[in-house]
């Protein structure tokens, strides 16, 4: 099993929803504040050596004009690192979990990890994105890998 633990903090409900949406399709910036807010406080209690936020490919970063995680992430003034990396990949929101199997993994590490992982993203779906890049860091001798996600479907 990739993942250690997994913490959500809402279900995906409309007001996620909206929430979501305008921050990262509408560049809605200043809710990086309320997420961060909201985030924060359990990323303080959690136990790791190493803050990632899930990468978004260069192209994602461009098409919305930010790094999603990462600019919540910095908000909250914790230290973070970015040694997780991703290829681009369609979109996944739009793929049923067969489809997205059939996709490769797209995550890779560039530089050096701690043993003991904090990933942070915005929302759990089928749990395969997180569990294939739980599974990377594993191939770079990670012993533990937690997640902290806003919302999940």
């Known amino acids: 099993m990739p993942l250690n633990q997994h913490i959500c903090l809402y279900d995906y409900d409309d007001w996620t929803k909206e929430l979501i949406a305008k921050y990262k399709f509408h560049r809605d910036i200043v809710l990086a504040e309320v997420f ?9 209690q959690m136990d790791y050596d190493m803050l990632i936020p899930m990468p978004s490919s260069p192209e994602k970063i461009r098409q919305r004009g930010f790094d999603h995680i990462t600019e919540i992430i910095r908000v909250t003034g914790l230290p973070f690192h970015m040694p997780l990396k991703t290829k681009h990949r369609i979109k996944q929101a739009g793929l049923t979990k067969a489809e997205r199997l059939k996709e490769g993994n797209p995550f890779y590490v560039e530089g050096d990890t701690g043993q003991n992982i904090l990933l942070v993203d915005d929302i759990y779906t089928t749990g395969l ?3 294939r890049a739980a599974e990377t860091l594993r191939k770079e001798n990670v012993s533990k890998v937690s997640v902290l996600t806003f919302a999940r479907v």
Request: zero cysteines.
């Open 36 to 44: 961060a807010e909201l985030l924060k406080p359990h990323m303080k």
């Open 129 to 131: 994105t997180v569990h």
